[in-house]
């Protein structure tokens, strides 16, 4: 019980990563783990897109930072969007931090709870990526590209299905830090307002 | 590691509650559970309106009741707000099965990571529930009916401010179980299709 509270805490991003590869045992449990989260009227049809080949993960960063390179920033778009198309057009563009592992969720794109489900999913995997003391960072990038017609093609390539669309992803690895562990540090929570209604 | 896997795959919705209040200090690991997900660039905006009194969930059931009575089932309506609407018709709509607590997750209705956001905190509140034998469900009623001028109108009463919206909340109380533990047998998993690019 105090376990529990302590992971979901202590979880912070990783944005640095070795390039020692996650076994394939703790691959296994994180993504047990997202297929365990619960979905709309358990429909379970969020699909786990396990991408470990360094060329696919190269090509993937590549074909994000060139669809980013031909947007237009429009006033009211989104900072980190516009943070990408402006990296991406300098051609310094970071995807996915180099991580050995991205873990993509995908769903239907005509049901209502595909984000929601996603979403929950990719929780219980950065929890568990940091049970194991493995990084994790949500990578956001293939779901505002998830119309796109470049990377909804490469999407297609690699195993996703005509009505599915990406709704988030994860970088998965082992935290270059000196000790190798993730960084537990929590961080502060001035946000998240809280209301009670007594 | 083993019980952080074994929380989340254990977790499972409970759909029936002892009237039996949860304590202060276990709402209070929940909230803090959910406040520690992860958020778009960080943002926490994330807005917990977490309701205790009973007059006014009471209130929240008949008004949503009332709401989906109102509504017409049109060609493509997702399954469950049909189900909603004709036992709403019938009045017999059962909104959050009658659980002492009812914490609803709003957030600024102009953010991209909104339903990602409240959904990470989401999980991570059921998650800390089964940790401490507490049993919960999504409850997704007011989310459906966020732009519902009736509801919305009713929320900010509560305390949500005027540019946000409801994007899922979650019931709590102690399970209605024989051992008054919540049911703990995972469900299987036969969807959630896993695709491994090597």
């Not at 873990?103 to 595909?114: L, M, P, R, V």
């Not at 293939?142 to 017609?149: A, D, F, Q, R, S």
């Not at 502060?188 to 007594?198: A, H, I, L």
């Amino acid at each position: 019980m105090e376990t529990t509270l302590d992971f979901i805490k202590s979880r912070r991003s990783t944005r640095k990563y070795k390039t020692e590869d996650v076994s394939e045992e703790q691959l296994n449990q994180i993504i047990e783990a997202g297929r365990f989260a619960p979905s709309g009227g358990n429909c379970q049809s969020t699909h786990f897109i396990v991408v470990k080949n360094k060329e696919i993960l190269a090509e993937l960063a590549n074909l994000t930072q060139q669809e980013f390179a031909g947007m237009e920033i429009t006033p009211g778009l989104y900072k980190s969007i516009v943070n990408s198309i402006n990296l991406s057009k300098k051609g310094n563009y970071v995807f996915h931090y180099n991580a050995p592992v991205l873990i993509i969720t995908a769903n239907q794109k005509d049901y209502g709870n595909n984000i929601a489900d996603c979403s929950c999913a990719l929780e219980n995997m950065m929890l568990m990526a940091n049970a194991l003391n493995l990084g994790s960072c949500w990578i956001n990038q293939l779901k505002w590209l998830n119309e796109n017609p470049v990377i909804l093609e490469y999407m297609k390539k690699l195993g996703m299905d005509e009505n599915e669309r990406v709704y988030g992803a994860l970088a998965v690895g082992h935290p270059d830090t000196a000790d190798g562990l993730p960084v537990r540090e929590p961080l502060k929570r001035t946000g998240n307002k809280v209301t009670v209604v007594e």
